[in-house]
DNA sequence: CTGTTAGCGCGTTCAA
DNA sequence: TTGAACGCGCTAACAG
């Protein structure tokens, strides 16, 4: 049996809404009062019901993350990572968190997406890894429900996002391939729907010709950011004549399956080739080799998405830059605290090195 | 503005309680009061408030995970496996999943279940890692709430639940270093007080003991499951004279770090050192060199318990078997769906073989 | 200071 | 076949 407030009342010979009050710490109720109140509550094993609470608030105190995995069995770091961030910050702001796992673009996720929204469901929703034309933002945007993304938008909307800087992140790794004297160098790519792609593949193309090198469409494979993917582009890879001396993936994960594939074929990773990522997740840096790798904070930018959330839901975060474009000069520091673009870092560790034969 | 029953009562003029039945599709409201109801919504973009119906249903259609992790920060491959198990079943049966990460044993976790259970917060709950002497088991028994455990108990409760043969896993790879030819195996332990530590222990020693070796107690060294103490556990074994030829982590994290740290120290794995596992994350086969290891399988596991809980709430499953032991032998069959015991399967791959001279 | 009334949105009696 | 009344458990507005 649960204790309802109706029972406390009745023990106490009192009325719900003098109980209510008492227990919610009010001030317009006689000290004695409450803590008799209290001292029942406490006694009777008393736990508000959550959800009585919710529909009477109208509000849910939950935050919904729909996690966009390819199959069923995902099993990626990144999201790991990400999820420990969202949900200790949720946990912090005495938040709920309701996490679904659905594939992108698929009709279940834009039910999900609908019965959050429609049902009132959570009061806010997380949305990451964000795509060209991204039905997901589009959706949120016109039904003005509250959400933060964890990248951007071609779309023309302005809402609140923290995002890394992909551009200049490949930039770093392919300029670090070239100066270590590699001229063929391969890359894995991702999902082209993937936003961050573009930017990824347009780093890396504009990198080789800064360097004088032209960039061959032969060496740059598609990758679907698992290791498995990673190993099969790499065995593509892998299999030119000349072949690449360098390898960069689009992420970690598939790195380190270009790296078990070069393995296979007794390449030395780091001599024979030279092999880097993106994203230094945990794994990278106990990798063997260690992981070259394009550095950015996820579990950070979990817990930072989070907060923007919340601050968003309750009316603390600044309003939405709009689309207009004459205000964004004077709402200039708004602006940059919910619109925030993160600077990656190079981590070299040992799976680069300079080319077997100098190039 | 969310539209609600009243507003489409207002618009097909008819009551809000015809409406309700209609679009619920009893048999007791006209054909084409129905069909007008059901356009009028369709039109309106009617969505049910979820919380309104959870309220008045007396159930949320909601299971909760509560995640024991260490430190905020977990990246373990074995809970991303779980979660996404636990994750698409939940979903298959219209089952919302409320996530939430705790320390273990934890004034917050405890917190936590407490707020679930009183508050209603959601029907059922998923216990995993179960503990000895576990405090939330025990308190979930007591309050008579539903849940399924990944992991058996030392309580004396009786509880659904399903679990691997922990026992029966490390004598397989216990067995397989011995029949390798090694007689110096280490074993990279787990927190004490986790219930398949003891078990996997005492499979490691028994089984050496079997093949005539003596536990030597320094050879066992306690690990936190996470890769950075694989790595430093395996630094300590790998540092005493004569070191071990093998090393048996009593799980896949570990062994991967105690990869690493033999790398370092310029071994290769697999000649100078033989290295096992316990788990098989998708890691694991694409490590290098691919790992030895017992495989269970995690996401059916999540899968199976997160189905047990459904239909344990929804009164599917057989009651609870009582520690009554009369009536067990009638109850054999019943028992045996809810109380699984899953026997885990010896992958042998490449980072384990002979010892280096022969023994 | 306390109680009455009202309502969040929905589903389920029971009459009509 | 439909509607009025009621309750899920809680909080808020208003009287007294």
């Known amino acids: 049996m649960t204790i309802t407030l109706k029972d406390i009342a009745k023990h106490v010979g009192l009325s719900v ?4 009050r008492a227990l919610a710490g009010y001030d317009d109720v006689a000290k004695g009062t409450r803590q008799r109140v209290r001292a029942a509550a406490k006694e009777m094993g008393y736990y508000p019901n959550i959800t009585a609470r919710h529909l009477q608030k109208q509000r849910t105190d939950t935050l ?9 069995r995902f099993s990626d770091p990144f ?60 959706f949120l945007s016109e039904q003005s429900f509250p959400f933060v993304a964890f990248g951007r938008s071609d779309l023309g909307s302005s809402f609140p996002y923290v995002d890394e800087d992909s551009y200049a992140g490949t930039q770093l ?8 004297g ?15 792609c573009q930017l990824r593949v347009a780093g890396y193309r504009d990198t080789l010709r800064a360097n004088g090198l032209e960039p061959d469409q032969a060496l740059i494979i598609g990758g679907d950011l698992t290791q498995r993917g990673g ?7 892998l299999a030119l004549d000349p072949r690449p001396t360098a390898i960069i993936a689009c992420n970690d ?66 309003p939405e830059t709009r689309q207009d474009a004459s205000r ?10 919910t619109q925030v673009i993160l600077t990656p870092q190079l981590i070299i560790r040992d799976s680069s090195g300079p080319p077997p034969d100098g190039g």
């Open 182 to 196: 590699h001229r063929r160098i391969g890359l894995v790519s991702a999902p082209a729907g993937l936003m961050f």
């Open 173 to 180: 790794i392919t300029q670090h391939m070239a100066d270590l």
């Open 328 to 337: 964004s000069s004077r709402e200039g520091e708004t602006a940059a605290e």
């Open 231 to 237: 190993f099969q582009a790499a065995q593509t890879l």
């Open 17 to 20: 809404t003098t109980v209510s």
């Open 79 to 138: 999201f790991s990572e990400l999820l420990a961030g969202i949900g200790n910050e949720a946990g912090r702001h005495h938040f709920d968190l309701l996490v679904s796992t659905q594939s992108p673009d698929s009709e279940d996720e834009r039910e999900t997406y609908r019965r959050i929204v429609h049902g009132r469901r959570a009061d806010g929703v997380l949305v990451v890894r964000t795509r060209q034309n991204d039905e997901r933002i589009r």
């Open 64 to 72: 919904a993350f729909v996690v966009p995995t390819p199959g069923p």
């Open 253 to 318: 994960l598939m790195a380190l399956g270009a790296m078990s594939a070069a393995q296979k074929l007794g390449l030395v990773i780091g001599q024979d080739l030279s092999v880097g990522g993106f994203d230094d997740i945990p794994l990278a840096e106990h990798a063997h080799p260690p992981l070259t790798t394009v550095r950015q904070p996820i579990y950070e930018i979990g817990q930072r998405i989070t907060r923007m959330l919340v601050q968003l839901i309750q009316g603390q975060l600044a």
